[in-house]
């Protein structure tokens, strides 16, 4: 059974601080995803890795992939109270073709001014 | 363009009633995927649709079922209400299933009393 796990769980930052948010991976996958969720609101999908050693970057935020170590990182750099959110990362594990996003528990993030 | 649409966005049960919710994908995308969203559980996969046929399911009851019509809108159905079936029941919906990134809807909040 394919197992996610975030941490921290929970993070209080001051902005213009740098931060990383971990996500392990029990099994071998096809691609990583990162979500932002604002609360009450749905998900908005942030990056896809889809190979070893990727890495996206947009505005604040830097995604990157390692396989091996089946181990992916959402890097925050100089922190904004605008990044104040949960954020998922989610593991696609394609059998057969079928599809399932396996979810971690989630990061809430606070950052404070 | 339109984003995923899901409707109602909120729906009050009670208990051994069921439910159906809606889910329109965004224009030209083909799979629809549901997954449930609980402060407890987090996100889970519920199940999968393309081209009107389930490709995958998750471990839910089958209490739980869905289908998907020819211009690619999905149903869920959830029977015989209980009370660990409030959450946020999230659609999302992509291209293709297995490869494209799935973009998700506002959700449901379904709320059994």
């Known amino acids: 059974e394919l197992k996610v796990e975030q941490n921290p769980l929970f993070l209080s930052m001051q902005e213009g601080k740098n931060y990383t948010i971990y996500c392990n991976y029990s099994?071998?996958?096809?691609?990583l995803y990162w979500y932002r969720q604002d609360p009450g609101k749905s998900l908005e999908s942030l990056f896809v890795l889809l190979s070893n050693g990727a890495v996206k970057q947009e505005g604040r935020l830097m995604a990157s992939l390692d396989t091996k170590a089946r181990l992916s990182t959402l890097h925050i750099t100089a922190a904004v109270h605008d990044l104040s959110a949960t954020y998922f990362c989610a593991v696609d594990r394609t059998t057969m073709g079928r599809r399932a996003l396996t979810f971690g528990s989630g990061t809430r993030l606070q950052v404070q001014p | 363009k339109a984003g995923v649409t899901q409707t109602p966005r909120y729906l009050i049960k009670t208990r051994g009633q069921q439910v159906t919710l809606s889910c329109s994908p965004i224009s030209g995308h083909r799979s629809v995927s549901w997954y449930q969203q609980t402060p407890g559980q987090g996100l889970q996969f519920l199940f999968e649709y393309f081209s009107e046929t389930q490709r995958n399911k998750g471990n839910f009851p089958g209490r739980f079922s869905g289908r998907q019509f020819s211009n690619s809108r999905s149903e869920m159905n959830v029977s015989t209400l209980e009370l660990g079936d409030s959450a946020l029941y999230l659609c999302?919906?992509?291209?293709?299933?297995?490869?494209?990134?799935?973009?998700f809807g506002p959700g449901t909040r379904l709320t059994v009393l």
């Open positions: 099994t071998t996958s096809d691609r």
């Open positions: 999302a919906s992509s291209r293709n299933p297995s490869t494209d990134t799935q973009y």
